[in-house]
């Protein structure tokens, strides 16, 4: 059964175990649907209202590029996972001759560099998400200005988390080349996310101080 399609005990019971996946990295990608979820109902909420009838062209835009980011980062919770079994497999390879240690090394490098790429889409998802309720800040039904924040702060966890993800992995990983690109790639993308994310939250926060 894909993780996706466990119910929220049983997700939360498997994280709590022993069992080394799934762990942060699809913790972090379940946040960004979750946040992407919520982007969705905020513009759910605006659509159909008086008030905001000039803005629904763009809110029927954001419904639609919300679920489609939601969809895709559902099915990262899975491919996180399956990718760090590449690793937990390799573990398995033996290594007693020259030969099966130069062929395990290379399934795990190839193993961590998949483990790499799967965050470092989740922080790319992530920042589109918080690119969307920019786009809809001041324009959205502000009786879900609550609603919004949390988006924030869902897609920033799944940012921040799968960047610790992406570090830990470039840590074991030997090729040069590939590590010095999701390095600099992620720590700009990072940077972005962060700053964007912190605009809107204390633009959202500024909104519902009294």
């Not at 942060?24 to 946040?35: D, I, N």
């Not at 001759?97 to 998949?114: G, I, P, S, Y």
Request: hydrophobic share 50%.
């Amino acid at each position: 059964m894909k993780l996706v399609d466990k119910t929220i005990r049983e997700f939360s019971d498997l994280l709590a175990s022993q069992a080394p996946a799934p762990g942060g990295g699809s913790t972090a990608a379940l946040e960004g649907a979750l946040g992407t979820a919520l982007i969705s109902m905020v513009a759910s909420l605006t659509v159909g209202r008086r008030k905001y009838a000039e803005h629904e062209p763009l809110m029927f835009d954001i419904l639609k590029r919300a679920e489609e980011l939601r969809i895709n980062m559902l099915d990262i919770i899975d491919r996180d996972t399956e990718a760090y079994n590449m690793v937990a497999n390799v573990f398995a390879m033996p290594k007693d001759t020259d030969e099966e240690r130069a062929v395990r090394h290379d399934a795990m490098q190839n193993a961590l560099k998949a483990c790499t790429l799967t965050p470092f889409e989740m922080i790319q998802c992530a920042y589109s998400g918080l690119v969307m309720i920019a786009e809809m800040f001041g324009k959205f039904n502000m009786n879900a200005a609550s609603d919004l924040g949390v988006a924030v702060i869902s897609l920033r966890a799944c940012a921040e988390g799968a960047w610790l993800n992406i570090l830990i992995n470039l840590d074991g990983i030997r090729d040069e080349i590939f590590s010095a690109k999701y390095m600099i790639s992620g720590s700009d993308l990072i940077l972005k996310v962060t700053e964007l994310a912190d605009d809107i939250h204390a633009d959202i926060l500024h909104s519902l101080l009294p």
